[in-house]
Nanobody, 115 residues
Framework: QVQLVESGGGLVQPGGSLRLSCAAS????????MGWYRQAPGKQRELVAA???????NYADSVKGRFTISRDNAKNTVYLQMNSLKPEDTAVYYC?????????WGQGTQVTVSS
């Protein structure tokens, strides 16, 4: 079974923290580039953070200094640590895996930042 399953979303107050997890199965995880995207209602899906098979990372300017992406190949899992959360971070967060002509998506997990 090939799938990406996100978890860890929820309701958080501004300034709070949350850690998202994405567990992959059915793929050779270590050779895939992984990413986190988010989509708010009425807006385009945007890249939040990405990590290559070689562990280099890239972040959207809006989350630099606040979010950290990491991967644990032994656990076939990619994480997104989100700190200093803002209401503007509210969105459905999606896990992505890609290599060559293959691209996979998880089902998404809701993150709501509100007081």
């Amino acid at each position: 079974q090939v799938q990406l399953v996100e978890s860890g979303g929820g309701l958080v107050q501004p300034g709070g923290s949350l850690r998202l997890s994405c567990a992959a199965s059915g793929i050779s995880f270590s050779i895939y580039a992984m990413g986190w995207y988010r989509q708010a209602p009425g807006k385009q899906r945007e890249l939040v953070a990405a990590i290559t098979s070689g562990d280099s990372t890239n972040y959207a300017d809006s989350v630099k200094g606040r979010f950290t992406i990491s991967r644990d190949n032994a656990k076939n899992t990619v994480y997104l640590q989100m700190n200093s959360l803002k209401p503007e971070d509210t969105a459905v967060y999606y896990c992505n895996a890609n290599i060559a002509r293959i691209i996979l998506w998880g089902q998404g997990t809701q993150v709501t930042v509100s007081s």
